[in-house]
């Protein structure tokens, strides 16, 4: 063989090997090196590799270490690779491999820039998350993140499973995962994600609620803590919409009582919901806040003195309680 002929061979070899190497960091010579070039980095778990062989690159880098892609990373393996299509500087490539033993295809856009291929794809964002409260912080997998909110994207991430989290020590997640299996699939969720009050949430928001009834029955003041008893019951004038008493009832006399056999707070099962924004007990200048809201069905009894020197008794319904959570060392409690 002439000197010319082992040139030649060995520049074909060099050309071939950058063309279909697992795990090629170097310049991509045909869009297929692209596509199989970033399967191959994703697989091991090499981000800044990975993102090598995208034309576009991501902003927001929060998900794109290798830390985050060592958790969330699945075994990429039996990729295929076949181009088809496109103009001279833009390739289709369709892309087949198997990931967490489920078959996945795909096509990646490729396009030729200063000699080398590029991957010619946005990252997938991670999904929205709706029920959750607004004032805590999502995390993914450790890390902080922007979830999408109408038009807006969210953080990009890479293929692999990953976990939700709320940044809320009385908060936790159910359904919490997710799985990216490629570029374009939507996201595959574990089932709809859904907030919920951690068991040392529940004690702690029954304590609060306790406290706050025992701190309510305490009061001698006729009007209290939201039980549906307002001033107009107080005193009623012959002819008006109530009957016919003429008495009126006398402030500070009050009496409050909770009947036998009410509903124990402590063993309420509250469920995870957001405060009215038009309530002005849980307006926080405008921000909507989060609530606790448990129902129960409780008789508060309350008695009070009368002008005319007797004792009146009246009694009320208690169908619940909402709790602000939003600051779990000061959780505000309203019964109604």
Known sequence: MTRTAVLALAALLVVTACDTAPGTTGPAASPQAAARGFLDAVSDGRVDDALSFLRVQPTDRTLLTDDVLDKAALPITHITTSVRGGAQAQRAVDV??????QRVTDTYQTVRLGGRWFVDEVLPAVPAFVDRPDFAQVTVDGSAVQVPVGWQSGTQVLPGRYRFAVDHPLLDVDNAEFVVTSLHAPAVMAGVPHTRLTDAGRQQVAAAAAAALDSCLAATTLRTCGFGVGPDHWSWKPGSPYGTRDFTLVENTATWTLEP????????????????????????????????????????????????????????????????????????????
């Open 261 to 336: 056999g009410g509903t124990d707070l402590q063993r309420t099962e509250p469920q995870w919901q957001y405060c009215q924004t038009s309530s002005t007990v849980f307006s926080r200048q405008g921000v909507t806040t989060v609530c606790v809201a448990v129902g129960l069905l409780a008789t508060v009894r309350m008695s009070a003195r009368t002008t005319r020197g007797t004792t009146e008794v009246f009694t009320n319904s208690v169908f619940g309680y909402r709790a602000d959570i939003t600051d779990p060392d000061h959780i505000r409690v309203v019964f109604r």
């Open 96 to 101: 087949s491999y198997v990931l967490d033993g």
